[in-house]
């Protein structure tokens, strides 16, 4: 009997301290059994962005913006047609944020499948280049954390968002702190713009912290370019 409760004793000391390990990775990092899932779930997005960007724009989509004048508007053609034909779950892009420590692959949809992949484009806002507001949402404890650092960034630091058909990037205008009733902060407001959206504080869902940058500059993806 003594040895048994021993060796109970010992298992119970022995699950505390996983268990307190656990809880300080997830208050210094992220939690890490989603981490990790996440972290799989990225390699098969971007084996799937590889994939989508070797398929587009495809000829019919060349010769569709061959028939449009100005950067702009085939940039927008082109981001109307890849949404068109873009899933719920699907890779869509890579954004790249140094302030914020980001460098991931974006995927179509905010659902909770979706997030557990990446950051999502929030499917009621357009799709970037289309010339309007895009909404991308990220975790920031669990899944990769991917936007853990939201609250780092400041105005002027740089986004970048690759996608099959360009590379756009933006420039942080502000950042603020809403409630989750707040759909104003994803209006069309007549330019290109980029919204990153978070829970906040940290472990909490009680606010949202947001992040607005505006357009600055676009490269076409060479086949686009070269229609």
Same mark, same amino acid.
């Given at each position: 009997m003594r040895r048994i409760r021993r060796i109970l004793s010992i298992s119970l000391i022995t699950a505390g301290v996983v268990l307190l390990a656990d809880i300080a990775v997830t208050l210094l990092h992220e939690e890490p059994i989603s981490a990790v899932y996440a972290s799989i779930q990225q390699d098969r997005a971007a084996d799937q962005l590889r994939e989508t960007e070797a398929a587009y724009p495809s000829a019919s989509d060349r010769r569709a913006i061959g028939r449009v004048r100005g950067r702009d508007q085939r940039l927008a053609l082109l981001a109307r047609r890849f949404a068109k034909r873009t899933d719920v779950g699907e890779a869509i892009g890579? /954004?790249? =944020?140094? @302030?914020? +420590?980001?460098? &991931?692959? *974006? *995927?179509?949809? &905010? +659902? %909770?499948?979706?997030?557990q992949k990446g950051p999502g484009h929030l499917p009621q806002t357009q799709f970037p280049g289309?010339?309007?507001?895009? =909404? /991308? @949402?990220?975790?920031? &404890?669990? #899944?990769? @954390?991917?936007?853990?650092?939201? +609250?780092?960034? $400041?105005?002027? $630091?740089? /986004? &970048? /968002?690759?996608?099959? #058909? =360009? %590379?756009i990037r933006y420039r942080v205008q502000k950042t603020e702190i809403v409630e989750p009733t707040d759909v104003g902060v994803v209006r069309d407001v007549g330019y290109e713009r980029l919204v990153l959206t978070s829970c906040h504080p940290l472990y909490s869902a009680e606010q949202r912290i947001i992040v607005f940058a505006r357009a600055v500059g676009v490269d076409l993806a060479g086949t686009a370019r070269s229609s």
């Open positions: 890579r /954004i790249r =944020a140094p @302030a914020m +420590d980001l460098n &991931t692959i *974006v *995927v179509h949809g &905010t +659902d %909770t499948a979706s997030l289309e010339g309007s507001t895009s =909404a /991308i @949402a990220g975790h920031r &404890t669990t #899944y990769g @954390a991917p936007f853990r650092h939201s +609250d780092s960034i $400041d105005r002027g $630091d740089r /986004i &970048t /968002i690759e996608l099959p #058909y =360009a %590379t």
